[in-house]
């Protein structure tokens, strides 16, 4: 199970740190990788405002690509120490530059260094993708506040980039956090005896 490489997908207000939370009782051993953005954002002393997409598009957009650099280098740090781990994120910055600031900053991201290694282990890691529910939608005066339609469409954005780059995903659509922690952790140990590891 260690040697999983696993990711908790989608969109703010969707639950993934929660369930993250879930599952480490069940992880024993796993590195997480958590809150990059979060980090990120309280390092320059930013506010919320500060980088808001239609506001401020380069800071926006200069967020989404330190998040972007910080992921690439956590996940090859991971790889060359040959250790699994449990991550927040996956290629989610790629898809806020795409849905708030079009294809052209997709495209600028597309060619960050190391993206592409990063992209080969994608297709053989575990990601999980959290659909957006009404009743997750919070506001923790960090993150940009959005309706369920616009989380629905950045998660449309998130599923087009993991099929242009082959990878693949297991979407989790329900809303309990117990029925989401158990569809997990059974399709990881399905994941983890066809590689004839345990979890």
Known sequence: MESLRIYISGAHSTGKTTVIHDLLPYLPGVRVEVETARRIINSHG??????????SPELFEQLNREILLANIELEKENFVAQRGFLCDRCLDPMAYMEMYLGPEALERAVHTEGLSAMIARLQTSVIFLIEPQPECISDDSVRLVSTLD?????????????????IPY???????????VSFILQYLREKSSSLGESV
Do not use: C, G, N
């Open 46 to 55: 930013w506010r919320r405002d500060d980088f808001h997409p239609d506001r």
């Open 150 to 166: 616009e989380l629905r469409t950045y998660s449309t954005h998130l599923k087009r980039l993991y099929a242009r780059f082959h």
């Open 170 to 180: 297991v979407t989790v659509p329900m809303l309990d956090r117990q029925e989401r």
